[in-house]
């Protein structure tokens, strides 16, 4: 791949209660470092409004060139990944993301605790489901290069809705398997590929 047509900079947008701290956001980070040091990561730890979250990754992605980046986006971090891409124009991999939240959030609104860390708590309001839905761009086509990661085995959501929402994704369908996609060490290489950083 010619140097010019290479990712320079990569965002990972993490899940629901979810942190940097996470094992894929781990990985990915740890692989960026070792073999690709000139490329920028960025995983931030982002706020429980959908919008202020959205407002944390524009700022910080403003310089960011469009044809040169890409992100990666875990459950509800796919959700959000999907709306990045298509404001940047931007390659999306999208890893069990959630296609729905606005729908399957609602049951969440009160105190929440972190998975990485649960004295941290925060409370998820009801008015972030309005935030969800400004966010939902499902109505548009993929503004850029999208790969779909869904395991047939999700236990938090279902892959068939994935499938349905990214019909035009280049789509890794896996049988078995977990929400957290555990076995995501496998499917490392190919991401980064995807992501142009080769």
Not at 24 to 37: E, G, Q, S, T
Not at 38 to 47: A, I, K, M, S, Y
Not at 70 to 98: D, E
């Amino acid at each position: 791949m010619p140097a010019s047509m290479r990712t320079t900079h990569l965002l990972y947008l993490h899940g629901f209660r979810s942190s940097p701290q996470s094992t894929k956001a781990r990985m990915v980070a740890r692989a960026v470092a070792d073999r690709h040091p000139q490329v920028t990561f960025w995983c931030p730890q982002l706020p429980p409004s959908p919008r202020r979250a959205m407002e944390l990754v524009a700022d910080g992605t403003a310089t960011w060139p469009g044809e040169r980046m890409a992100v990666i986006g875990s459950s509800l971090g796919g959700y959000y990944a999907s709306w990045v891409a298509r404001r940047k124009r931007c390659t999306s991999v999208l890893l069990n993301p959630a296609t729905d939240p606005a729908r399957d959030l609602t049951r969440y609104i009160g105190e929440q605790t972190a998975w990485h860390d649960p004295e941290t708590h925060f409370y998820f309001r009801e008015e972030y489901i309005d935030e969800l839905q400004a966010l939902d761009v499902r109505a548009n086509g993929p503004a850029g290069p999208e790969l779909l990661v869904a395991a047939r085995g999700d236990e938090v959501l279902d892959w068939r809705e994935m499938l349905a929402r990214y019909p035009q994704a280049e789509q890794i369908v896996l049988d078995g398997g977990d929400h957290a996609l555990s076995n995501f060490a496998a499917l490392l290489d190919r991401v980064l590929t995807f992501c142009r950083l080769a």
